[in-house]
C-alpha cells in the first residue's frame, strides 16, 4: 500500500519502520496539515497521530479527499462524532482507535468482560483507574484510560456513574507523568473482602504502531466507520 503518515514524531517513526518492513511504501510523512501537493499523490491510507490541537483538521481533509484514515490521536474525543457525520457523507473511512496496541485491545475485552461479571455485584464494588505515562504525553488522563472507564459505566448501567471525581459513586482516573514510561493502565476493583485487578504494560511504541499498520491494511477497499473491534473480530 501507498501510506501517508500525519505525525511525524516517535510514533510516526515507529509506524514508518513497520509499515517499511511489511513492504508498504510511505510517500508522505510529516507533522504539518496535509496541503494540495499531498493530495496529488496516490493514497492508499493515512495514519495520523497528530496532536489533539490538529486531528480534526488532519481527519476532516483527508475524509472530504476521500483519503481512507486511521487515527490513534487522544484528547480531541468531543469532536468524534462530527468527523463521524463527515465521514457518512462523504462515504468515506475511518477508523479510530485510543490505543492500537493489540494486547490492550484484548486487555478492553477481560476489562468489558470483568465488569460485566461483576454486574450483579457492583453495589459492594469501588472501581479505580490508574495510567502511567511518560512526562511529553499532553492528554490527562489518557484515551485509554477513558475507554476503559466507559465500558465499566456501560455495563454497570448506572446512572451515577461518571468520569467526574468530585462526585460520590464515581470512576476515580488517577493520572501519572513520569520519566521513560511508555504506558501502563491498571484497573482495581475493590471491596471489604477482596481485591480484584488486571494490568496491562506497554515497554515500546512498537506494539501501537504494529496495530496502526494492521488496522490500515484491513480498511483497505472499505468504507464506513471503524475501530480495532472489527479489525480484530471481537
Not at 109 to 116: A, D, G, V
Amino acid at each position: 500500500m501507498n501510506i501517508a503518515i500525519i505525525g511525524y514524531g516517535k510514533m510516526g517513526k515507529s509506524i514508518e519502520k513497520i509499515a517499511k518492513n511489511r513492504n508498504h511504501q510511505i510517500i508522505f510523512c510529516s507533522s504539518e496539515t496535509p496541503n494540495t501537493f499531498f493530495f496529488k499523490k496516490k493514497i492508499d491510507v493515512a495514519l495520523e497521530f497528530s496532536h489533539p490541537n490538529s486531528a480534526f483538521q488532519n481527519i476532516k481533509i483527508c475524509l472530504e479527499n476521500n483519503i481512507p484514515i486511521v487515527s490513534g490521536t487522544t484528547g480531541w474525543i468531543e469532536k468524534i462524532p462530527l468527523i463521524k457525520k463527515i465521514c457518512i457523507k462523504k462515504n468515506g473511512t475511518f477508523l479510530y482507535s485510543s490505543n492500537f496496541s493489540i494486547g490492550m485491545n484484548i486487555f478492553y475485552e477481560i476489562n468489558n468482560i470483568l465488569s460485566k461479571l461483576l454486574f450483579p455485584y457492583s453495589i459492594n464494588y469501588e472501581v479505580m483507574i490508574e495510567e502511567i505515562h511518560h512526562t511529553k504525553k499532553i492528554d490527562k488522563p489518557s484515551g485509554t484510560a477513558l475507554s476503559l472507564a466507559k465500558d465499566i459505566i456501560h455495563n454497570k448501567m448506572k446512572k451515577n456513574w461518571i468520569l467526574d471525581k468530585k462526585k460520590n459513586n464515581q470512576i476515580l482516573i488517577l493520572s501519572k507523568r513520569l520519566e521513560n514510561v511508555i504506558g501502563i493502565h491498571k484497573v482495581m476493583y475493590q471491596s471489604k473482602i477482596e481485591d480484584i485487578q488486571i494490568k496491562h504494560k506497554a515497554h515500546n511504541r512498537e506494539g501501537f504502531a504494529f496495530g496502526a499498520i494492521i488496522a490500515a491494511e484491513w480498511i483497505k477497499n472499505k468504507k464506513g466507520i471503524f475501530s480495532m473491534k472489527e479489525v480484530l473480530g471481537f
